[in-house]
């Protein structure tokens, strides 16, 4: 199975430097539009970029990031790109910075297929700048083999709960971490009082000792967890639905006591200049065939009604993390957070890590 | 004579450029706040005095401890390598530095995940010794996995300097020793080893400064609460953005290195004047 994820990469490595050289070679003979897109890793089916370079006469130069915070310390430094795929409170910010271009909803033809649930959260009430590509919740992934039924009850406590120390894994992401020990607190994820926030750390800290050795994993949890090497994992809900998809014995839960309902959304940024055809992008990326093919590739959720409704009959039936519920009272979606906020986290954050 | 100095003007230019600007750059964000922009800037020296935190201190000593085991065992095995390989004939020896440096064709990257897939609780080692009817070992994310992926990363950059100051040694001084009535291990110690310190220096300074500044190698082995000073840097450039407590990490990482340095090349230096 490692391996299977391995090929996967190298594969996606080896298309994305065609798509490169492809560019480097074809630049000097044609003056092809270029669209410069910046998304999260293993979150497209690679040969549509093939498909909508062909379609559309043009180069696509496809990067990938592996956290909000580190697209947009590249963004800041200076790189830019013509289309980016962040999350919510990412988008936020963005905004915010007058970084985006408004969606021009009349070149989107598409978009009658999303689903309105998904539109209009507070981070872009209007939609004005953001079209939604995934969305889905945080949760925790435990084996069934090994983790007792009725320990589920204990919500995000179940990650300090000291039967399964030394078997977890923690998401290495310093608002989901934060999201978890605020929840367990019973706080808002989007807490600026410093006290609940030091209490928090505490949590964490806390984590740390009891449950030793705690792994803040990233995506190398997809590959452990689908070989069963521990028992509990905090996930995002699209991963889940592919580890599960590969590993029978595991099952997703949605703590009580809330979670994080997060969306990642294409948006145009203010340095694009191609602006029609970034919107055919984000058009083509709509279509229910091409939704289909990257949600069933990567496992998130699409907002595309029919492609979510064809995976969950098909390719994810039966997987509950696939179909997350994102309607819950006690769930939120991350706010911007003001710079001072945001350090107060930062430095709690590496303290959290360095921890020992 | 003059003419061949403007030559040198492009390689002072490209410098420059690239590593004296850089290097201002850095000591400029560690003395300041305000930010990555430098629009608006104030002086300080809070950077430094975070440093001085237990945590960030722990974090320190667990890197150096964790380089001074690494570059230990390198030493060690790549002094016997390094050795077994000078009694071949030439040909053979180039060979066999060859098989040495084969690995590093390979991106560090793709080496470290081979490592994950023979660690991993369910991995390649562990399922051998389960069929062999043994307790699984838990592997990964310890010290053990690190320093093991650490050692496999260096190996050859100690192997190579030491190399090749074992070649330029004359067979005839061993001859000379032996003759004088040295047993082997007088000779080995007294001539070989003590003719070879500078590539030992060499390969220690190289694989310190590798080792003590890693971050991908104790990420994917050791996880992400596995901290080094390279993985602290990183996390504050990358996703934390605190660039200015960053650079002050990193100057004073670069004092510490050129410290040592400084030391290597006068144990270099002192044993070089005995001669």
């Known amino acids: ?356 | 004579m003059k003419y061949f100095v403007k030559l040198v003007r492009p390689y002072l230019i490209w410098s420059i450029v690239i590593v004296i600007i850089p290097l201002l750059l850095i000591v400029l964000y560690s003395v300041t706040t305000g930010g990555n922009d430098l629009i608006n800037i104030q002086f300080t020296l809070d950077n430094f005095k975070k440093m001085a935190e237990p945590i960030y201190v722990a974090v320190f000593l667990k890197s150096f401890r964790l380089g001074l085991i690494s570059v230990g065992i390198c030493l060690v095995i790549g002094y016997i390598l390094a050795y077994l390989i000078t009694f071949f004939s030439e040909k053979v020896q180039n060979l066999l530095i060859l098989f040495v440096t084969i690995p590093m064709w390979i991106n560090t990257l793709l080496r470290t995940y081979a490592w994950i897939s023979l660690l991993s609780d369910n991995g390649i080692i562990n399922s051998v010794l389960e069929m062999l009817g043994m307790e699984p070992v838990a592997m990964m994310y310890t010290d053990f996995a690190v320093i093991l992926g650490l050692i496999s990363d260096l190996l050859p950059f100690m192997v190579i300097p030491i190399h090749t100051s074992l070649c330029k040694i004359d067979h005839s001084l061993h001859e000379a020793a032996m003759d004088l009535g040295a047993n082997p291990f007088q000779t080995f110690w007294r001539v070989t080893f003590k003719l070879s310190t500078p590539g030992v220096l060499n390969g220690i300074i190289m694989t310190f400064l590798l080792s003590i500044s890693t971050f991908v190698i104790p990420k994917l082995l050791g996880g992400g609460q596995y901290m080094l000073i390279g993985n602290l840097i990183e996390n504050l450039f990358i996703s934390v953005g605190d660039w200015n407590f960053g650079s002050a990490i990193s100057v004073i990482l670069a004092f510490i290195i050129l410290i040592a340095i400084t030391c290597m090349k006068r144990i270099d230096k002192e044993t070089g004047e005995e001669e």
């Open chain 1, 1 to 356: 199975m490692i391996h299977k994820q391995l090929r996967k990469r190298i594969w996606g490595g080896f298309s994305a430097a065609l798509l490169l050289t492809g560019l480097l070679t074809g630049c000097g003979a044609s003056s092809k539009p270029t669209l410069k897109v910046y998304s999260w890793g293993e979150y497209i089916d690679t040969s549509l970029l093939t498909e909508f370079e062909h379609e559309y006469n043009c180069n696509v130069i496809y990067e990938t990031f592996d956290s909000n915070e580190s697209m947009y310390t590249k963004i800041q430094s200076g790189e830019t790109y013509d289309i980016l795929v962040p999350s919510d409170y990412m988008i936020e910010r963005l905004i915010k910075e007058d970084r985006l271009q408004p969606i021009d909803w009349s070149l989107l033809p598409n978009a009658d297929g999303i689903d309105p649930e998904v539109m209009g959260k507070e981070f872009d009430p209007d939609n004005t700048y953001s079209v939604p590509f995934f969305y889905g919740t945080v949760g925790i992934l435990y084996d069934t083999t090994i983790v007792d039924e009725a320990d589920l009850q204990d919500g995000w406590e179940l990650l300090r709960n000291e039967k399964y120390a030394g078997d977890i894994y923690m998401y290495d992401s310093e608002r989901d971490s934060f999201m978890v020990a605020l929840k367990a607190l019973g706080y808002s994820m989007n807490t600026t009082d410093t006290d609940e926030i030091d209490e928090a750390y505490e949590w964490l800290i806390e984590q740390r000792e009891q449950m030793a050795p705690v792994v803040y994993a990233g995506d190398d949890v997809i590959d452990n967890m689908i070989s069963g090497n521990k028992a509990l994992a905090v996930v995002y809900s699209g991963d889940a639905a592919y580890i599960m998809a590969e590993n029978e014995d595991l099952r997703y839960l949605e703590p009580k006591e809330g979670t994080n309902v997060w969306e990642d959304a294409m948006v145009i940024t203010d340095d694009c200049t191609e602006v029609e055809l970034a919107h055919a992008y984000i058009n083509f990326m709509l279509d229910e065939e091409h939704a289909y093919a990257n949600t069933v590739e990567v496992g998130y959720t699409s907002p595309v009604i029919e492609a979510r409704t064809r995976a969950a009959e098909n390719d994810f039936a039966g997987l509950n993390a696939y179909l997350p519920d994102a309607t819950r009272a006690q769930d939120e979606v991350f706010r911007y957070q003001e710079q001072e906020t945001k350090e107060y986290f930062s430095e709690l954050w590496t303290k959290v890590k360095a921890a020992n």
